[in-house]
């Protein structure tokens, strides 16, 4: 069954953490905030976040390192290394957010130059409970 223009097969559309499916049977639109999750969360602070570890960043040709995703600039950017070698796809980035908290979604800016290179196609967002 379709409904709101997904597939109850997929994911979820929004990224809330809420199969389509199970919205759809819920009733509200997956496209929308789900009813499931606590609204008007607290904007995590950026300053205590820290980078753990990611497959790719380029640090020669360009300042594409990691750190850019959480530097509050949008003058920076992350990019995956393409210098001296370009890396298979999907790339992956692990974050630690300085403590535990309920996450309800993440905003992505994309890139402000007007550069069309680099432009992220799909992203998935994951969260633990407990990592250190």
């Given amino acids: 069954m379709r409904r709101y223009g997904t597939d109850p097969r997929r994911a979820n559309t929004e990224g809330d953490g809420v199969k389509d499916g199970a919205e759809g ?50 003058k920076t950017i992350w990019h995956t290394e393409w210098s001296a070698k370009s890396p298979k796809h999907p790339d992956e980035m692990v974050m630690w957010l300085g403590s535990d908290y309920t996450v309800g979604g993440f905003t992505f800016l994309p890139r402000q130059d007007g550069s069309l290179n680099g432009t992220v196609a799909t992203c998935r967002f994951y969260v633990t409970a407990g990592f250190v």
């Fill in 25 to 74: 049977k819920l009733g509200p639109d997956p496209k929308g905030p789900s009813p499931a999750l606590p609204q008007n969360l607290p904007e995590i602070p950026r300053g205590q976040m820290r980078v753990v570890s990611v497959d790719s960043q380029e640090l020669s040709a360009h300042d594409g390192r990691a750190q850019n995703v959480i530097d509050g600039s949008n």
